[in-house]
């Protein structure tokens, strides 16, 4: 029983932390100029989306 919840609070704080990542995302992506780092924010933006 001890491992779910320590399994809980593992995926409960990944969950925070890309709730909180996301945002942080978005504002890059309509701050950069450049193709190639948008192609990378878009890339990382996806992934955490999925």
Do not use: C
């Amino acid at each position: 029983m001890l491992w779910i919840k320590a399994l809980h609070i593992v995926f409960v704080t990944s969950w925070f932390a890309g709730l909180f990542y996301l945002p942080r995302l978005f504002v890059n992506h309509a701050m950069v100029s450049d193709r190639a780092t948008l192609d990378r924010l878009e890339l990382m933006e996806q992934k955490l989306y999925r």
